[in-house]
């Protein structure tokens, strides 16, 4: 049986939120997480690492869960599911940067089993420049290939695709950065036996921090100013209106009943909203928007 | 045939839309609406006024609309109705201040007919103070009642309920503030002919700047420090996470293509989020807190 023990995909999982909180506080230099502990009444609980007011970050949350029980009735209808117990296990970032220059980023791994035996893995990561960089969003994109590709040729182009469609605001008709990779209900096969699967989930999580402190490192000393601070706290907006009108888990957590102050850590510090807001011709306020698009190829061979 | 022709209803409407937007303008002394109009593809269209960075408002929308065409798929669906062309129109206002110490209030009055002779009238009024003060949530409460009682008896203590339900966050288990009234799907009876359910609806729109002027003149000269912007902006943020995740009406919009900017208009200036933020044992924010419940009766004798 080649299948792994849900107690030790959690606590691989909790590694992964160790280390990716000890790489995050390395390069940010100042900020440390700081550990919130809870429990679920109904079985299970959780660490929330938040730290805020570092040097590079200015507000980011490490989460992980491990959580048990009765699956809620909720759950069953929306999954399609047979009644059962159920186990779900993940790490859950959002990452805030005072500097406008550096982007948000968001990443989620988890494990979701049943007692009838109905398991899988379900992940994304995505970034959300203020302004956006095409040899950034290049790098970015070029990091999640190399990673897919080295499990399966189809998984990029397939969980890129998925990015796009999932992380997208259909009232403002742009997508919310410029995506990555999301996938869902991956269980393992012959071509993708368990041990090989959880790696590439696994792997997933230890890129993270190489990914996100190559831009707290090269972009967190470049210029900006107010007009830059300005945009920055208007993205926010629209993070915040991704995350609370459009975010499949942040709805489905605070309408199951979730623990709401984990769920909203992915709230930014500070958004603004300004009426009717449009960049003038030529800002890079501008060319970003116009890059706010779904099916861009990031990659230039 | 006593009912009023629909375009009437919706200049009546129009009308206390400017009437709104001149008294709030007179108190604060500053501060001036622009207007913002815009037509919907399918049929009819609006005006949404919008005033940013007053003396005492620092941004209020008060937005009127009268759109028509055939109904939409999802309202039929989600108000179970037969398919049939429709008309509503509607004034909207959300004013956040510049003061912690004067409330943020929304109303919110409107109409919608169809092509097979049905029709109600719907709205709410409900007051958000970033600190809850006894007295001015009793008057609030008061001018509410006395303008329910002169139509009917029971409409008060019925409707006030309909809005602590109504304006309820279930994730922070608090109400968005201290209630008001809500309605919906009022339509003429014998005991309410048209003309007098029509006055009710139009009687609340002209009482709108009657009391929010009240609070305008009465606490924007209130002393305020740093302490007591940093909790309206934690405020502001439950306002958000409300509007955004619970409010029917603004889901609604967002979720049937209609206009976002008219919508988010509701939307503070800035927002704060502060992961786990309690007040302190004592403090004013921590009192708020604790009247954040519904059922409260407001109104001392």
Chains 1, 2 share one sequence.
């Not at 679920?40 to 938040?50: E, F, I, P, S, Y």
Request: hydrophobic share 35%.
């Amino acid at each position: 049986m080649e299948k792994i023990n849900k107690e030790i995909i959690a606590e691989r999982f909790q590694k992964i939120q160790q280390h990716i909180c000890e790489a995050l506080e390395k390069e940010d230099g100042i900020g440390k997480f700081k550990t919130d502990l809870w429990e679920r009444l109904q079985g299970g609980g959780g660490a929330t690492k938040v730290l805020a007011n570092g040097k590079i970050i200015a507000k980011g949350g490490v989460a992980f869960s491990a959580v048990h029980g009765p699956t809620p009735e909720k759950i069953l209808k929306k999954l399609s599911l047979e009644e059962a117990d159920f186990f779900a296990t993940g790490v859950s970032i959002v990452i805030h940067p005072i500097n406008p220059m550096v982007p948000i980023i968001h990443m989620n791994i988890r494990y979701f089993e049943m007692s009838n035996g109905t398991y899988w893995f379900g992940g994304g990561i995505d970034l959300t420049p203020h302004f956006v960089d095409v040899e950034d969003a290049s790098y970015f994109h070029k990091q999640l290939k190399a990673h897919c590709d080295a499990y399966d040729d189809s998984y990029y182009e397939k969980f890129k695709q998925w990015a796009d469609d999932y992380f997208y605001i259909p009232h403002r008709k742009e997508t919310r950065g410029i995506g990555g990779i999301f996938f869902d209900r991956l269980s393992a096969n012959e071509k993708m036996p368990f041990p090989k699967l959880i790696s590439f989930v696994e792997g997933l999580g230890y890129l993270f921090p190489k990914i996100y402190c190559h831009f707290m490192a090269n972009n967190h000393k470049l210029p900006y100013g107010d007009q830059e601070l300005k945009w920055q706290a208007l993205r926010r907006g629209r993070y915040v209106e991704f995350n609370l009108v459009w975010d499949a888990g942040t709805k489905f957590g605070l309408d199951t009943n979730g623990r709401t102050e984990s769920i909203l850590m992915s709230m930014p510090p500070e958004a603004n909203w300004v009426y009717n807001q449009t960049p003038e011709e030529g800002s890079e306020a501008l060319k970003t928007l116009e890059l706010l698009k779904k099916g861009i190829n990031w990659i230039k061979d």
